[in-house]
């Protein structure tokens, strides 16, 4: 088991699930209950993920969450790559949460090798 508090990638996906949140704030109203509520779920899903990995008895383990929260994370990129696609928002503002989602697949296939 790992001590999540120490763990870098789970700060840095409780991070990008604040900023996420922030920016689907901004989006329309008609978008609540579809995209809006999709990324929420997804990029909750990816910090969660890596939580539960880490509370689990084995390397192997802890992989197979973290492997199911790079797939979140994917899933997150291309919902905000569709956001800008669509002109809900602003690429200037979607860019940077962008950035910080390919931030964080790099650091999980670092982090599976390491394990």
Not at 21 to 26: A, I, K, R
Not at 40 to 54: H, Q, T
Not at 86 to 109: G, H, R, S, T, W
């Amino acid at each position: 088991m790992h001590k999540l508090e120490d763990l870098k990638i789970w700060k840095k996906a409780i991070h990008l699930t604040k900023e996420v949140y922030l920016l689907v704030s901004e989006l329309p109203s008609n978008e609540k209950f579809g995209l809006s509520s999709q990324i929420k779920r997804c990029s909750v899903s990816i910090p969660s993920n890596i939580a539960e990995g880490a509370g689990r008895n084995s390397s192997k383990e802890f992989k197979h969450f973290l492997s199911v929260a790079n797939g979140s994370c994917y899933e997150l990129y291309t919902q905000l790559t569709l956001i800008i696609e669509l002109n809900l928002i602003n690429k200037e503002k979607v860019k940077p949460i962008i950035d910080i989602c390919i931030e964080i697949q790099k650091m999980n296939y670092s982090f599976q090798h390491k394990l």
